[in-house]
Nanobody, 123 residues
Framework: EKQLVESGGGSVQAGGSLRLSCAASEHTFSSYLLGWFRQAPGKEREGVATIDSDGYTTYAGSVKGRFTVTQDKARNTLYLQMNSLKPEDTAMYYC?????????????????WGQGTQVTVSS
């Protein structure tokens, strides 16, 4: 059984918006800190946003004020609303479930990864 399944990626022009979704198993959704990472070609994977079971969120500085992470507990689904997209946001985006927040927007002890969904922002 896949623990995390992303959807919603695509191509958009700079300034546009996209919403990513991540469907989780009930166990994963209720047992872990959830969040989003991204990895651009030739770069390391970086944390983007986290959300805990109480709805407390953290964001990486590069996306704060533009991205919003939310969760729907009835649907066991995590979302990432991305507004004012920039070409530098182009990356593969991964949903993750882990132990605790590290630096803002990232988590420590990732237990599960989604397969990733591509986001491409053109100038």
């Amino acid at each position: 059984e896949k623990q995390l399944v992303e959807s919603g990626g695509g191509s958009v022009q700079a300034g546009g918006s996209l919403r990513l979704s991540c469907a989780a198993s009930e166990h994963t959704f209720s047992s872990y800190l959830l969040g989003w990472f991204r990895q651009a070609p030739g770069k390391e994977r970086e944390g983007v946003a986290t959300i805990d079971s109480d709805g407390y969120t953290t964001y990486a500085g590069s996306v704060k004020g533009r991205f919003t992470v939310t969760q729907d507990k009835a649907r066991n689904t995590l979302y990432l609303q991305m507004n004012s997209l920039k070409p530098e946001d182009t990356a593969m985006y991964y949903c993750a479930a882990g132990a605790r927040v590290g630096y803002p927007g990232t988590m420590i002890g990732v237990a599960h990864w989604g397969q990733g969904t591509q986001v491409t922002v053109s100038s």
